[in-house]
């Protein structure tokens, strides 16, 4: 069986106090909901200008954006100056709209290809849209059920939503296993034990994507 990403020993989500929303006041340096999901792996809320020093720091080489809306030319510039790529699956944001799986796969595509870590996923309040991402991609890694919702749990806080819950549970990561073969592991450095997955050369991905 081929694995994804970094293959880490199950751990449960932080608990839910230890979360904190900060509300983008002018001396704030993070993201909103900012937090690392894995090695080389961020999520957040939409960065605002006050938040670009703060990652610069990450050394990114993507974000991957899943609102609909056009993204700022502030941000555009940001990212071009720091050579960060711009992967956008527009999702709606809205309560009423289930989640597209088709989508949530081409993010999980770009998501899981080391070469573009370091990398941020972020929507507009970094809840909803990037916890169902962020609960796909623990469903990959053999996270048990609970232990994922209970993670975007964390991040949604009361605004959690049932229809968003349901998608996790239902989402089918076996395509995307099938998918994979292709994808091998290598070990960087000397006596290191992460394991990165790597596309062959002549295997690409065509996902929806708006670049800079």
């Not at 949530?104 to 998501?111: C, G, N, Q």
């Not at 169902?132 to 990959?140: E, I």
Request: aromatic content about 10%.
């Amino acid at each position: 069986m081929i694995y994804f990403i970094i293959m880490k020993q199950q751990q449960q989500p932080e608990k839910e106090e230890k979360v904190i929303e900060n509300n983008n006041n002018d001396d704030d340096e993070k993201p909103i909901n900012f937090a690392t999901v894995e090695d080389r792996i961020y999520r957040s809320g939409f960065p605002k200008p006050n938040d670009f020093a703060f990652l610069k720091t990450l050394n990114l080489k993507s974000i991957i954006c899943l609102c609909t809306e056009a993204y700022p030319e502030e941000n555009l510039e940001f990212l071009k100056e720091n050579n960060i790529q711009l992967f956008q699956f527009g999702i709606d944001g809205t309560k009423d709209t289930p989640i597209p799986r088709g989508i949530i796969t081409d993010a999980l595509k770009v998501l899981i290809d080391v070469r573009n870590h370091p990398i941020l996923i972020h929507c507009k309040r970094g809840k909803h849209r990037t916890g169902c991402l962020v609960g796909c991609l623990r469903k990959l890694q053999n996270w048990c059920m609970s232990s994922v919702l209970e993670e975007y749990k964390v991040y949604a806080g009361k605004k959690s939503r049932e229809m968003d819950l349901k998608f996790l549970e239902t989402y089918d990561v076996t395509y995307l296993r099938q998918c994979l073969h292709s994808i091998i592991y290598q070990y960087h450095g000397y006596g290191s034990k992460k394991r990165r997955l790597l596309y062959n050369k002549d295997i690409q991905h065509t996902p929806r994507i708006s670049s800079v």
